[in-house]
């Protein structure tokens, strides 16, 4: 039996020919709000957020998750921001049960009850993950910006449990909190997670706003390589440990989506599809919304999907690399974000011309001092408070 | 709590795939589908034959005594095949036994 994906260490896709552009999409992620209580200063969302006014109804997110089953979907990821902030997200999972798709819900957790988790245990939720920011509370709710977080994530994971739902611990990692990796492992394994993402912070969005703070240094990447080799080896049949890498300090880019458009989308608050949860920091690119087409319509035709995918759009020196369908040149959003062009070879990438420029960027940041976090929220962030 | 111990699969037990492991046929793609967190696996047909199998009452050994029959073949070799199928895929998380299915 083969592992064909992996959306974390994205391997090939279920598509049998390699360089065909884009098959039948495998895994959706529906961020259903960008309302959190939570103000993470490595946020996933874009810093221009959705308001509750704009976001996808009900009768429309069913439709779309429809839509969805109809189009080879296999698995919705529902997320956010906070998709218990939703008032209708069991009847949004059961809907995507009735539909046959495989439901993951992606939390803080901070928001779920007892009884909530019961309510979608019997709607059929397949996997719930909860993020934690550290195992040291008073570290947790100040990188969480909530001062009760981390004891209602430990609450909730227990109930999570108790109704037999299986649990991935998502540990986002950073210069601020890299010191308690082993902690952080210990505390799945006791509270009875099958899964460890032990997920290095990517600099998009938030994070790029917050990347003095958060960029580790080179020693403690090596140590965070150590630990989690010898907990992988330690822990085998007891707790799996995916391992996403800073790419600031790779060699080669990572495969991002699984290739652009290739067997992933994401679709935000306000109904826009787009190739990953941070396209829409590439200034310039048009989304197509489901509120205006199919998403068939969408995955076929629009645009932002078609721009980057396969590999004829590539300069070099992605054009005549050997890894161009290993990796598909690593992240657009990246490439946007460090070379101000989108088409650019990810500066991830050792052949890049700007790779010697980033790493030694992320390691003056990463031993500058800086430690104070720009918090995420609809005001475009706040700076923490000195001292 | 005191977490979870690694599931060694033998002769005698009784496996069965957990509500994060689905199997299902996948019209869209024309392939039955093992369906888990982050991940979908493609069994080959005879994985495909012992996960059905895998209903929490048979026993491994009575899976392999049931293909053995099917497809004439040694029940000893089929049973150490079937065993490391099914660790690999317990391994990986995606796979229980009946006595701890909590629910």
New interface residues.
């Given amino acids: 039996m083969t592992d064909v994906l992996d959306e974390t260490r994205p391997a090939g896709g279920l598509d049998p020919d390699a360089a065909a552009t884009h098959g039948i999409p495998i895994a959706v992620l529906a961020e259903i709000t960008h309302r959190c209580p939570l103000q993470c200063p490595y946020c996933s969302n874009p810093v221009e957020m959705d308001r509750a006014n704009a976001e996808l109804s009900t009768d429309e997110w069913k439709r779309v998750i429809g839509e969805m089953a109809d189009l080879g979907v296999l698995q919705i990821h529902f997320s956010g921001g906070e998709p218990t902030a939703r008032t209708d997200l069991v009847e949004l999972v059961r809907h995507a049960s009735e539909v046959g798709l495989y439901s993951n819900l992606i939390t803080s957790a901070v928001m779920l009850t007892r009884e909530k988790v019961a309510e979608l245990a019997d709607a059929g939720l397949s996997h719930v993950q909860i993020s934690f920011q550290a195992k040291d509370p008073s570290l947790a709710n100040r990188i969480g910006g909530h001062k009760r977080g981390h004891g209602k994530k430990l609450e909730a994971a227990a109930w999570v449990r108790q109704e037999g739902l299986p649990l991935t611990v998502n540990a986002v990692m950073h210069r601020q909190n890299l010191h308690e990796l082993p902690q952080i492992i210990d505390m799945a394994v006791e509270l009875d997670a099958h899964r460890l993402e032990v997920a290095n912070v990517q600099y998009y969005g938030w994070a790029l706003k917050n990347r003095a703070a958060l960029m580790p240094t080179e020693a403690q990447i090596e140590e965070c390589n150590r630990v989690v080799a010898e907990a992988t080896e330690r822990l085998h049949g007891i707790l799996a440990i995916d391992y996403v890498v800073p790419d600031y300090y790779a060699l080669r880019p990572k495969k991002c989506m699984g290739g652009w458009g290739r067997q992933f989308f994401n679709i935000s608050p306000a109904g826009r599809v787009l190739p990953c949860h941070a396209a829409e920091s590439i200034t310039g690119l048009r989304f197509d919304s489901v509120r205006d087409h199919s998403l068939a319509w969408i995955w076929e035709h629009s645009d932002a999907f078609n721009l980057y995918r396969g590999t004829d759009w590539m300069p070099e020196p992605c054009r005549s690399c050997e890894f161009k369908e290993e990796d598909f040149g690593g992240c657009r959003c990246q490439a946007f974000a460090l070379t101000g062009n989108a088409a650019a070879t990810d500066p991830a990438c050792a052949l890049s011309p700007k790779h010697e420029e980033i790493f030694r960027l992320a390691s003056e940041e990463a031993t500058g001092g800086d430690t104070r976090f720009v918090y995420r929220n609809f005001a475009g962030g706040t700076l923490e408070p000195q001292g | ?7 060694f699969v033998g002769p005698e037990s009784r496996p069965v795939l ?3 492991a ?1 199997l ?1 046929f ?1 019209k ?2 024309q392939m039955w ?3 888990a ?8 047909d005879i ?1 495909v034959e012992v996960l059905h199998l895998c209903d929490g009452t048979r026993s491994v050994r009575d899976i392999a005594e049931e293909l053995a029959q099917k497809y004439k073949a040694p029940t000893e070799q089929i049973v150490t095949d079937v065993e490391s ?1 099914l660790q ?6 995606f796979l229980a036994e009946m006595q701890e ?3």
Avoid at chain 2, 1 to 7: F, I, N, V, Y
Avoid at chain 2, 88 to 93: Q, R, Y
């Fill in positions: 709590m005191t977490g979870r111990q690694r599931m957990p509500r994060h689905r299902r996948d869209a793609r589908l093992l369906l967190p982050e991940r979908v696996l493609t069994p080959d994985a199928m690999d895929l317990a391994d990986k998380g299915q909590p629910k």
